[in-house]
Structures are given as structure tokens and as C-alpha cells.
């Protein structure tokens, strides 16, 4: 069992910026991708981004290149999102996911979510 616990959601404004950290506990030997995924009211889960815990490799949807940042703490097993410049089309329910590659994340372990909600 791997446990994925959020944190640092919250309420801001447009243009402002949030951290979101997710810190990984349990069997997480053979998990090599963690990310983020966020679903907001009425839409499906989507991917945000993801890490590859061996080598740092990156993925990004597009509506966040150039504003969003994931990085990863091997020693402390935590992966960050740093969020800038946030618009209200980011409000929704962030979900980290840990997985063996990128493509099987979603087959993996997940967080219980957070909520991120951006007025305008």
C-alpha cells in the first residue's frame, strides 16, 4: 500500500500563486511517476503533470505549460506543484497519483484530493 497525502491548497485571487506538496508513504519501491491530476465540478479528471522519479522528466498539460512547475524530493518522497499566475479555469480539486510509469498513474495510488480555487 502506498499513502499520498496533499497539502497547501487553498483560496486566491487571479495571478497569485500556490505551492501544492504531496508526500508519499508505504511500498512506494517500483513507483518511478508521481504527478497531479484535478478535477473541477462537472468535468472529468484530468492530467496536470507528472515527474519520473529516476531521472526528473517532465510532462505538462498544456493549460499549465509555463505556469506550473513540478518537482520531487526523492529523499523526503514528496513531489511539489508550484502554481503561478493562477486563473479561475485552475479551480478544482487536485489529486496526487503515483504510479510505476506515467501511463499507469492513474491505475495507481491516489490522494484524497485538495481544493484549489481561484476567484476572479
Known amino acids: 500500500q502506498v499513502q499520498l497525502v496533499e497539502s497547501g491548497g487553498g483560496l486566491v485571487q487571479a495571478g497569485d500563486s500556490l505551492r501544492l506538496s504531496c508526500a508519499a508513504s508505504?511500498?512506494?519501491?517500483?513507483?518511478?511517476?508521481m504527478g497531479w491530476f484535478r478535477q473541477a465540478p462537472g468535468k472529468e479528471r484530468e492530467f496536470v503533470a507528472s515527474?519520473?522519479?529516476?531521472?526528473?522528466?517532465?510532462y505538462y498539460a498544456d493549460s499549465v505549460k509555463g505556469r506550473f512547475t513540478i518537482s520531487r524530493d526523492n529523499v523526503k518522497n514528496t513531489v511539489y506543484l508550484q502554481m503561478n499566475s493562477l486563473k479561475p479555469e485552475d479551480t478544482a480539486v487536485y489529486y496526487c497519483?503515483?504510479?510505476?510509469?506515467?501511463?499507469?498513474?492513474?491505475?495507481?495510488?491516489w490522494g484524497q484530493g485538495i481544493q484549489v480555487t481561484v476567484s476572479s
Open positions: 508505504g511500498r512506494t519501491f517500483g513507483y518511478n511517476a
Open positions: 497519483a503515483a504510479g510505476y510509469t506515467r501511463a499507469t498513474m492513474r491505475q495507481g495510488s
Open positions: 515527474i519520473r522519479k529516476s531521472d526528473g522528466t517532465t
